[in-house]
């Protein structure tokens, strides 16, 4: 087949290198200039980090390099993308800086019209394949809030930014920062900043609760999280059989303490109590919606004063004050100087080279994404999603979903019929939004349960980890070169040599 790809970071690179494995004459298309998705120089804001260590965040066929410390920074991660890129020789199959500008069906529905753009060039005339896969990825639209006063602010000199819109920290040196959220991306931002602000505002309608990433400055926090036993500690749609089902049976007491003893040594470590940040609810909440790391050296600037955190608070309007200097007025009452303000406030789940009437049989009435396994449309034909799975584990659960695709495609998937896969992803959704109370980023949301949707990728292809490896993930870190075997496995089952 004739396969475009939109989108060239970890899921659309996935994509690429497995589906030509399969013979596919596949094109990737990306607006920017280089590969690597939220990891790419355009989008990457300043002191991003993974949320991994390296040796779970790589594709299964090669690791991240010796030499790259255990948390890597966005230019390595971007530079292991590169590197990926040539060793399986993907160079020729990219279109970077070239953007998607329409997507549509071909009348008889049996292929797609595929409408580019090189930047400075005018639009191109519509390009046929036989299938699309939309790998644009969920984290690459931010969301920027409609703020009341954002005229008066920008003609006082102010300015209103993204967080990956971020391109230096000089851009903040000497000024009044306003950073709003409390995600990772908004502490990271707001740990950065701090340093070279003249003060720094964090603006956080919701705590979240923060891992360090050594537990009591001793245990790597990937022996937590990063683990069978961590997803284990929360309680999936479906509870399997073992040592799940005991940990949310008779073990629950146990399961709870120990969830209450790593909330309360990240508590002590981080000096929440003191710094007034306790996040409300229990620390099993850290599920419902990311889990997220704290920034290195976030919380001992707010000890020191360097950053303030207005706990329980939103930007209620933007102006300028009495002297014509931009400011920020929160909804407690206070007023705080705003030369910057860092938005670090969520993504958009959209596909804007889809129209409409595309957009409306993907999504529910709500405008949450109905995908079977994260993957495959109800009522689109020729159309699959990679990444559409927000994971710890975010270039192997691409992978994975490749070689799912790659055998949707041979027609060797034993699928349910399309009512039963249906009432499945209803039922996924809702669950989701229980569990999330409504964070669940249009239904693409699986943290922290990246394994249980790998697991079921890989139960669907009959290729299932063998179980002394699954035995060793519950106390070890997933090393993702378990998985080495699923794709030439899958080749050999559909006649190609491995």
């Known amino acids: 087949m004739k396969i475009a790809v939109v989108g060239a970071g970890f899921a659309g690179l996935a994509s690429a290198k497995v589906l030509r494995e399969f013979g596919h004459d596949v094109t990737v298309f990306d607006k920017t200039p280089d590969v690597g998705g939220v990891w790419s120089a355009t989008r990457r804001y300043s002191g991003l980090r993974t949320q991994n260590n390296k040796g779970s965040y790589s594709f299964s066929d090669l690791p991240m390099p010796k030499d790259f410390p255990e948390w890597p920074s966005g230019e390595q991660v971007q530079a292991y993308l590169e590197q990926y890129v040539a060793h ?123 891992l360090p990433k050594r537990i009591g400055k001793a245990l790597n926090y990937k022996y937590l999280l990063l683990t069978r036993l961590g997803e284990g500690l929360f309680r999936y749609q479906t509870v399997a059989g073992g040592m799940e089902r005991f940990l949310h049976g008779p073990g629950d007491p146990v399961r709870r303490s120990m969830l209450s003893s790593v909330g309360a040594v990240c508590s002590r470590q981080l000096r929440l109590k003191e710094v007034g940040l306790v996040p409300r609810g229990e620390f099993s909440d850290i599920a419902r919606s990311t889990v997220s790391l704290a920034t290195d050296g976030f919380f001992e600037q707010v000890a020191d004063g360097a950053i303030t955190v207005h706990r329980d608070t939103e930007v209620e309007r933007l102006a300028a004050d009495e002297q014509g200097a931009p400011v920020a007025v929160l909804s407690d009452g206070t007023t705080v100087g705003a030369d910057l303000v860092v938005c670090g406030t969520g993504f958009h789940q959209r596909v804007p080279f889809l129209d409409d009437d595309l957009q409306a049989r993907l999504k529910d009435d709500r405008g949450n994404f109905q995908l079977y396994r994260q993957i495959l449309p109800h009522d689109v034909p020729h159309l699959t999603f990679s990444g559409y799975n927000s994971s710890l584990f975010s270039p192997l659960s691409a992978e994975m979903a490749a070689a799912w695709t790659a055998a949707h495609l041979a027609g060797t998937l034993d699928l349910p019929p399309l009512e039963v896969r249906r009432e499945h992803v209803t039922d996924r959704v809702a669950w989701m939004e229980k569990r999330t109370e409504g964070k669940h980023a249009r239904g693409t949301n699986v943290i922290p349960f990246s394994l249980h949707q790998i697991d079921e990728m890989l139960d669907d292809l009959d290729l299932d980890l063998p179980p002394a490896t699954k035995a060793t993930q519950w106390l070890m870190p997933v090393r993702p070169k378990a998985y080495r075997h699923v794709t030439p496995r899958l080749k050999e089952r559909t006649g190609r040599p491995a």
């Open 88 to 210: 399986h020789d993907l160079g020729g199959a990219l279109r970077l800086s070239t953007e998607v500008v329409r997507a549509e069906l071909t009348t008889a529905e049996d292929g797609w019209l595929v409408t580019a753009r090189h930047v400075g060039d005018p639009v191109g005339d519509p390009e046929p394949f036989d299938h699309l896969v939309v790998a644009n990825g969920i984290f690459s639209d931010p969301v920027i809030p409609g703020f009341e006063g954002l005229a008066q602010l920008m003609r006082a000199g102010g300015k209103v930014v993204a967080a990956s819109q971020l391109a230096s920290v000089e851009e903040a040196r000497g000024k009044n920062v306003v950073v709003v959220g409390y995600g990772k991306s908004a502490c990271d931002v707001a740990g950065e900043l701090g340093q070279v602000a003249a003060d720094t505002h964090v603006v956080a309608r919701n705590l979240l609760w923060k």
